[in-house]
């Protein structure tokens, strides 16, 4: 879809070379391609699977709270910033790097919250096959094969497995402690996982 689309504008820039056309032919011929464009995006997420990848909870993990709270403000102050701007006669590329200045830090903070969470879905299945090979291979309970695994092994999830032995150590519910470890990941395949 998005390759005949293109060719679309291929072909409107051709056509506008070679002969003398209009300027409503080559504004049909982006309408076209904009509109096979829409129909195509309509068409691929009325059939493709949709799944989301972080946790949809009220109560998260504090990045996930911070990009919350930072949503509430930079989107907002996207809006209102050139606005404003745009009554003292600034042109509208200016008004446009604002907008996105104002964006850039939501921006940045939520791709470092996608790749923690990638690095996240990456190693939870190593740490379950783990615990659970250390736990079958000793005959013990999974809190003690939690206190045989090398934890240095798992970068993203490392703080949150301690969290969650710390938890079982003090003798908290069993089923708080799992729930507590998939809040604080963020991650809805964690969920699912250790659901």
Known sequence: VTISSA???VVAVVSMLIYST???????LMVVAVSVT???VWMLRRTAPWETKALEDVVGPPKARL??????IAVPLSLVLPALLSLRGLPMGVLLVVAGFCLLPLGVLASR???EIDRKDMEVSTFLRALGGVATAIGTTLMEAMERLDL??????GYQIKQLCARLKARIEPSVCWR?????SGSN???RSIT
């Open 22 to 28: 209009s300027t409503a032919f080559i504004l049909g």
């Open 152 to 157: 240095r092994s798992f970068d993203a999830l």
């Open 189 to 191: 395949l964690i969920e």
């Open 113 to 115: 919250y996608d790749q």
């Open 7 to 9: 060719l679309v504008i």
């Open 38 to 40: 829409g129909v195509g």
């Open 180 to 184: 507590r470890l998939v809040t604080d």
């Open 67 to 72: 990009l919350a709270r930072l949503f509430r």
